[in-house]
């Protein structure tokens, strides 16, 4: 019987082994300065793939911060945000130092992970991000669970999905077999209260009652479900946090809970961005939380006999909001420039790769999704290509890795990384070129001294973007 390595695809995947600009330490309370370094933390090694291991397919655990910054971990660097059981994560697995988000909002990136598409291609993502109900992901575009689920597995979206609202859109109607969670972009911690004012906690379809705080309802859902039995089908689980999503609330806060509620319920269309709230001891609760519920579901994970051949992926849906640590990139949530779109990234899978190593190969959200389908043994569908590239290759045989492009785009601003060079337009309309092993900040301007490496990137960013979808308006 052939090993599961021969249902691989040998195709090499694409992108640039550039230095990177920023690799921070392994272990708590990194310093700044430590969070910008080039070489491997303390206990961590270049990354190196351990050829020859033979496994079953893989369960996939994937999940998703929601506005968690660049540096927001203490193992990326942050000198006051305490995350142990994502530390241990990235101990025991690999950690990604230039891992891109697939756009700068929440909506965007997921379509990326979901089609493994820039988002682009489709309506729904160019809303950036969705705020009602005109757009969506169409439930006959094929989805990393759809494409999973027609290849044997069990699959289950819990938390937020935000690609769409009922009755049109649905991750039950996208592929996932089970969905838990919430439809919106935001909602109250306490009370489900959406954007809108209207209660967004479902089973499927419909509505669920629980009020108690959002992030231990679902830990708990996500818990249950890698702790079953799945008849002996490998199972996709995307477990998507809104932590630490505004608004600023935290586990026990009731009467900051209860204040939003009443602005909610009193017609304040902009109470859930809870601007007059947060701050950064807040938002270290909010991360710590995040950190801790992830190790419950880890513990779980151990306690099921699966971890060994569950594949598990840490990332972000996009760059840090205002009380983020993103040191030392510029930028932050819903622009192109670094600290809108570099994330947190962390792999896992002990049958297959070893502990304790740190890789600087620039990647992003549709990577994920290309590499999750082929170590899956399942296939693109043909009429919908993918625009990530699979990490197999890399990650299980060593295979060298070409250039490629990563590229992006959201309104008013365009970024394109190759290698070590990146180019970026802002909404000033200037465009600028940066050398980000030196600078990841994004402050030394080359574009004057290298007018032609600006242009062969410019010239690749349109490329792209005439096989696009035009924004509307």
């Not at 306490?190 to 479902?202: F, I, Q």
């Not at 190759?418 to 940066?434: H, I, M, N, P, T």
């Not at 007018?451 to 990137?457: D, K, N, S, Y």
Request: glycine residues 12%.
């Amino acid at each position: 019987m052939p090993s599961y390595d021969d249902h691989l695809s040998r195709r090499a995947f694409g992108t640039a082994v550039g230095a990177t600009a920023a690799a921070a330490a392994v272990g708590l309370g990194a310093a700044p300065a430590q969070a910008a370094q080039e070489t491997a933390g303390p206990g961590e090694r270049e990354f190196r793939a351990a050829r020859g291991r033979h496994s079953r397919r893989p369960n996939i655990l994937f999940v998703l911060g929601d506005d968690l910054g660049w540096a927001d971990l203490s193992s990326y660097g942050s000198p006051h945000i305490k995350t142990p059981n994502l530390d241990r994560l990235a101990r025991q697995g690999v950690r990604f130092t230039d891992a891109y988000s697939g756009s700068a909002t929440c909506s965007p990136t997921r379509f990326s992970l979901y089609t493994g598409r820039y988002p682009g291609r489709v309506a729904g993502g160019l809303a950036e991000p969705i705020a009602d109900k005109s757009a969506g992901l169409e439930p006959t575009h094929p989805t990393l669970a759809s494409l999973l689920r027609d290849a044997g597995y069990a699959t289950a979206l819990i938390g937020k999905w935000h690609c769409g609202y009922l009755p049109d859109h649905s991750p039950t109607k996208s592929g996932w077999d089970e969905f838990f969670g919430n439809f919106g972009g935001a909602l109250e911690y306490y009370s489900k209260l959406g954007l809108g004012g209207e209660y967004d906690l479902y089973e499927g379809d419909a509505t669920y009652k629980d009020l108690r705080y959002y992030t231990r309802i679902i830990t708990e859902r996500a818990a249950e479900y890698v702790s079953r039995d799945h008849g002996g089908r490998p199972w996709l689980l995307n477990l998507n946090f809104t932590t630490p999503h505004w608004p600023w609330i935290a586990d026990g806060d009731t009467v900051a809970s209860a204040e939003v509620e009443r602005r909610i319920k009193a017609g304040d269309a902009r109470a859930l961005w809870h601007q007059d709230g947060g701050s950064v001891e807040k938002y270290r609760q909010m991360v710590e939380d995040l950190d801790r519920s992830i190790g419950e579901v880890l513990k779980a994970l151990d306690r099921s006999g699966q971890a060994n051949d569950t594949l598990i992926v840490f990332s972000s849906d996009n760059g840090g909001e205002r009380f983020s640590y993103n040191w030392p990139l510029s930028g932050n949530k819903a622009s192109l420039q670094e600290g809108g779109i570099r994330v947190p990234n962390i792999l896992r899978w002990p049958a297959r790769i070893d502990g304790g190593q740190v890789s600087r190969v620039p990647v992003f959200t549709p990577d994920w999704t290309a590499t999750l389908l082929e170590l899956a043994g399942a296939r693109p569908h043909p009429a919908y290509p993918l625009d990530g590239a699979s990490l197999a290759g890399y990650l299980l045989r060593g295979e060298k890795i070409a250039e490629r492009n990563l590229f992006w785009r959201v309104r008013g601003e365009r970024a394109l990384r190759r290698g070590d060079w990146k180019y970026y337009r802002g909404k000033a309309g200037r465009d600028q070129l940066f050398h980000l092993a030196g600078d990841a900040r994004e402050q030394a301007d080359k574009a004057a001294l290298e007018p032609a490496r600006l242009a062969e990137l410019r010239t690749a960013w349109e490329k792209v973007d005439a096989g696009l979808l035009p924004y509307p308006g």
